[in-house]
């Protein structure tokens, strides 16, 4: 069984943190995503890795940035954590270039006061 | 405009009832058509996926893309209280790597 995991369900952090949000996958996958999940918006992709230390924007890329130093770990890094920054966040990973069947982790719920 | 659009529901409907949820898109380019299904608190996962045309069939699941329409539909026959979750079309362009578009989701209620 495939396996993501998140290394948080709920984070509470103040404006201006740095922020560290941390994903894992079991199944030695090639590709990961970083995605936000918000009301009425769906998913929309922030970055995706195709191969370590291999990154690629996403569609809302801005406040964002990706770290892949090992090919199971793939890590979001909000350097200066906003309000409009709250969502739910979702890893993913995938396997080549069938990366229409994506496995996504539990998700971590962000909230920034 | 959005490239895929969703009605966000939220759906209810009784047990034993035929569900029907729909998408809609704009790019002519999508190929690949997929439905993931969301649990409260879970991540999505991914349910049924269908390439270019026509009808896919799992259980009672059919999945239906009608691309001179740009349409694509996910039935639920015999509906069950454990179908109760968000449902999510997703479309992606073929060749190479292309990313995944989603739909905003559709929340579904199934009520004994």
């Known amino acids: 069984d495939v396996k993501v995991t998140q290394s948080s369900r709920y984070l509470v952090k103040r404006t201006g943190e740095k922020v560290f949000l941390e994903c894992v996958q079991d199944?030695?996958?090639?590709?990961m995503f970083w995605y936000r999940q918000d009301p009425g918006l769906g998913l929309r992709l922030i970055y995706f890795?195709?191969?370590?230390?291999?990154?690629e924007k996403g569609d809302i890329p801005e406040g964002y940035s990706v770290s892949r130093e090992k090919k199971e770990r793939f890590s979001l890094i909000l350097e200066s954590a906003s309000t409009n920054q709250t969502s739910m966040y979702l890893c993913?990973?995938?396997?080549?270039?069938?990366?229409?069947?994506?496995?996504f982790g539990p998700g971590t719920r962000l909230t920034v006061t | 405009q959005k490239e895929v659009e969703q009605d966000p529901g939220p759906l209810s409907v009784p047990e034993g009832a035929i569900v029907s949820l729909n998408c809609t898109y704009s790019?002519?380019?999508?190929?690949?058509f997929m439905w993931y299904r969301q649990y409260s608190r879970k991540g999505p996962e991914l349910l049924m996926y269908?390439?270019?045309?026509g009808n896919k069939e799992d259980g009672r699941f059919t999945a239906q893309v009608d691309k001179s329409s740009k349409y694509i539909s996910l039935f639920i026959r015999d509906s069950q209280p454990s179908d109760s979750a968000t449902y999510l079309c997703?479309?992606?362009?073929?060749?190479?790597?292309?990313?995944?578009?989603f739909g905003a989701g559709t929340r579904l209620a199934v009520h004994p």
């Open positions: 993913a990973s995938s396997t080549g270039t069938a990366n229409y069947e994506q496995y």
């Open positions: 199944m030695d996958h090639e590709n």
């Open positions: 890795s195709y191969d370590v230390k291999m990154k």
């Open positions: 790019n002519s380019a999508f190929q690949y």
């Open positions: 269908t390439y270019s045309s």
């Open positions: 997703a479309m992606r362009k073929t060749g190479g790597y292309n990313k995944l578009i």
